[in-house]
């Protein structure tokens, strides 16, 4: 049987990782102490690592696929196939930033500023590169973690990735320059790319996942609707496309079905109500592909 070998994140995006691959229909079976998952797809075997060394290995060809922030691709510097982008993060769906952050008292308030400082991150290449287009000669030393507590005290700046700012704020931090937003992507090994069912089988997972993600934060909805307030109803209802109209048995009314954003139903649910539309129910979506 044909095997792809898959490398998931494990660690802080490992909960919506897993989450994402069983909406997008794969059952996955993961252990609290194991580095190893097993799939209801006979066809996959995967492995759980952190996110920063999926690269690499992808492209030694330890794994034929994987999945890892665009930040650790590019720290890396690794030449993989991009297969797709995946827009979530542990808290959401948005993209994380790489951030340049200094104390608030600090007299640092640009690039520039760092000439001749020491600044402290995990993404050491990605920060040369940031530093090197700046024409900046700063000095940039390896962050084991903690990154947040170093700035002002064992270093001048840091160079983190932050989701929502609030840690960085916590810590009396201030941003003041941004070295990139990044998303995970689904990576492959370049040989493993080529080759024909492997790939056809990378296609078919990016398919559902990113059907799984567009499904996210929509909702589906359907009811009955008099034909006569037919016209009203739809000037008022969002669609992706168009909505889907069928006739019932009583030849005066109609079911209507579509797809709404989420935040949209409830202003919306009561709204078709005052118009006469009856039965109306909201579901959730598993995939929009």
Known sequence: MNKLKIALPKGSLQESTLTLFEHAGFQIYASARSYYFLT?????????LRAQEIPKYVEMGAFDAGISGKDWITENRVRVAEVCDLKYSKQGFRPVKIVLAVPENSRIRKPKDLRGKLIATELVNLTKDYLKKNRVKADVEFSYGATEIKAGKLVDAIVEITETGSTLVSHNLKIIDTLMESVPKLIANRKAWQNRWKRE???????????????EGKVGIKMNVKVKELAGILKILPAMKNPTISPLTDKSWVAVETIIDKKTAKVLIPHLKKLGAQGIVEYPLNKVI
């Open 40 to 48: 209801d797809d006979p066809e996959i075997e995967g492995v759980l």
């Open 201 to 215: 089988k990378l296609e078919n997972i990016a398919l559902l996942l990113k059907g799984a993600l567009e499904a």
